[in-house]
């Protein structure tokens, strides 16, 4: 989406500030000089329980947004280059960023989304597939899911991404997919779920991502796939990133640990092509 070039200029730098720090995390890197504009970067997050950081740390919000959220983070690398807005609220669908997009406006610079599970109920479907006796109910879920994300999903996240960017006509844009549920692994004693299951499981999830990625084109705005970093940290790997079986009880299961938001969403966000025009 094209916007005013000092405002892109803006974007990059600290985008790329926030981008050298985040990598630090892979390796050491040396320090490096750069200037960061006077006025912070105006930046608000939408989505759903990804973007709030629920499960990731301690939080009394009612919408279970924390500090370990990628959005928080972004800021906080950017040592006061960037002032963030979370709006992001546990079980947000699309129709709930349109009306997250509220707290955007014309000064907005920079939007980030995660968005598009909840439609599908897609939480409520993997943890019927992590469940040995509801086999049957992952089946079915899986092919009802399957439906919408050829019919109304598509629909939902174009009407999504419209909002936003007319709501914000100056910002950069960037949708986020979501990470496979599950390692490949023959074996996954920590959650005892059957193979063909988690295959089940990751394939639903790899379509949502795939459907969420042609919404991004078709709007031009930024798609962001988190796939690749977590992709040795799923569920059944040694170091899981998303919270397992002992989050079921306070529904945390499947979300991003606070290494996940750290390691997984932080450094695709910040270094997600923010230098490139869409």
Same mark, same amino acid.
């Given at each position: 989406?094209?916007?005013?070039?000092?405002?892109?200029?803006?974007?990059?730098?600290?985008?790329?500030? !926030?981008?050298?720090? &985040?990598?630090?995390? /892979?390796?050491? $890197?040396?320090?490096?000089?750069? #200037?960061? =504009?006077? +006025? %912070?970067?105006?930046?608000?997050?939408?989505?759903?329980?990804?973007?709030?950081?629920?499960?990731?740390?301690?939080?009394?919000?009612?919408?279970?947004?924390?500090?370990?959220?990628?959005?928080?983070?972004?800021?906080?690398?950017?040592?006061?280059?960037?002032? !963030?807005?979370?709006? &992001?609220?546990?079980? /947000?669908?699309? $129709?709930?960023?349109?009306?997250? #997009?509220? =707290?955007? +406006? %014309?000064?907005?610079?920079?939007?980030?989304?995660?968005?598009?599970?909840?439609?599908?109920?897609?939480?409520?479907?993997?943890?019927?597939?992590?469940?040995?006796?509801?086999?049957?109910?992952?089946?079915?879920?899986?092919?009802?899911?399957?439906?919408?994300? !050829?019919?109304?999903?598509?629909?939902?996240?174009?009407?999504?991404?419209?909002?936003?960017?007319?709501?914000?006509?100056?910002?950069?844009?960037?949708?986020?997919?979501?990470?496979?549920?599950?390692?490949?692994?023959?074996?996954?004693?920590?959650?005892?779920?059957?193979?063909?299951?988690?295959?089940?499981?990751?394939?639903?999830?790899?379509?949502?991502?795939?459907?969420?990625?042609?919404?991004?084109?078709?709007?031009?705005?930024?798609?962001?796939?988190?796939?690749?970093?977590?992709?040795?940290?799923?569920?059944?790997?040694?170091?899981?990133?998303?919270?397992?079986?002992?989050?079921?009880?306070?529904?945390?299961?499947?979300?991003?640990?606070?290494?996940?938001?750290?390691?997984?969403?932080?450094?695709?966000?910040?270094?997600?092509?923010?230098?490139?025009?869409?």
């Amino acid at each position: 989406m094209p916007y005013p070039t000092a405002i892109f200029h803006r974007v990059v730098a600290v985008c790329a500030t !926030v981008a050298l720090t &985040a990598t630090a995390w /892979a390796a050491p $890197a040396t320090a490096v000089a750069v #200037s960061v =504009a006077p +006025s %912070p970067l105006q930046y608000v997050a939408l989505g759903d329980s990804y973007a709030a950081g629920f499960g990731a740390a301690p939080t009394g919000d009612a919408c279970g947004r924390s500090a370990a959220a990628y959005p928080a983070l972004l800021a906080r690398e950017a040592h006061g280059g960037i002032a !963030v807005r979370n709006a &992001a609220c546990v079980g /947000a669908t699309t $129709a709930d960023v349109i009306r997250q #997009s509220s =707290a955007l +406006s %014309p000064r907005t610079e920079l939007v980030t989304i995660t968005a598009g599970a909840n439609d599908l109920r897609l939480r409520q479907l993997l943890e019927s597939c992590m469940n040995g006796f509801a086999a049957v109910a992952c089946q079915d879920g899986t092919l009802t899911i399957n439906r919408r994300l !050829v019919t109304a999903l598509p629909r939902d996240l174009n009407r999504m991404l419209r909002t936003v960017t007319t709501a914000a006509p100056n910002a950069r844009v960037v949708i986020t997919g979501y990470p496979l549920p599950f390692a490949k692994s023959r074996q996954c004693p920590a959650v005892p779920v059957a193979a063909r299951m988690r295959v089940r499981a990751n394939q639903v999830v790899s379509r949502l991502n795939t459907a969420i990625a042609a919404a991004a084109t078709r709007n031009r705005v930024r798609y962001v796939d988190v796939q690749p970093g977590f992709a040795a940290h799923g569920l059944c790997s040694r170091k899981p990133w998303l919270v397992g079986a002992e989050g079921m009880r306070d529904d945390r299961v499947l979300h991003p640990t606070a290494t996940g938001q750290a390691r997984g969403y932080l450094p695709a966000v910040a270094g997600s092509g923010l230098t490139d025009r869409a």
